[in-house]
């Protein structure tokens, strides 16, 4: 590190909580191979395995600036969620890159290309989805957008 360059640690307390955790778990690469299994399926035009991976009190978050975006508590607000992300877009295609899995929690990366619904304005952006599990049931999921203010604008008329 040069004299110039800022040292990230004056200005935020740094807590490494994944120290101790093994590189590889069972439970982690289990959890992994559910998004996978179901992923499959679902290209095959079976999305009833993807559903079934979620606990009935999931709650899916997307960005706040979109549409669909904010908290969706339960798995019929999740599903309903989904369904009004789907809905404002005529063409989307994913291209899923990588799926990573650690402790309870699996990223799925990917990147996105679609066409607006209302608007036609295009995009394409690298999209990582967090799926945080327990007792083998999806808790948390979560859409982490590399720019949701460009996904905004392609939506707003």
């Not at 994944?18 to 079976?46: C, K, T, V």
């Not at 989307?92 to 209302?118: C, G, N, P, T, W």
């Not at 952006?125 to 957008?145: Q, S």
């Amino acid at each position: 590190m040069t004299e110039d360059a800022p040292n990230p640690t004056d200005s935020q307390s740094i807590v490494l909580d994944y120290q101790g955790h093994p590189a590889f778990d069972e439970s982690a690469q289990a959890n992994r191979q559910a998004i996978i299994d179901a992923l499959e399926l679902m290209a095959a035009g079976d999305a009833d395995p993807f559903w079934s991976l979620f606990d009935p009190d999931v709650t899916f978050y997307e960005a706040s600036c979109l549409p669909y975006g904010g908290a969706h508590k339960g798995l019929e607000a999740t599903q309903k969620g989904f369904a009004h992300l789907s809905e404002q877009f005529s063409k989307m295609h994913s291209e899923f890159e990588a799926v990573l899995a650690s402790r309870d929690i699996v990223i799925l990366y990917q990147h996105i290309e679609f066409e607006a619904a209302k608007t036609g304005k295009t995009g394409a952006i690298p999209v990582a989805e967090l799926f945080r599990f327990k007792e083998g049931k999806v808790i948390e999921w979560r859409a982490h957008y590399f720019d949701a203010c460009l996904v905004a604008e392609a939506l707003r008329a």
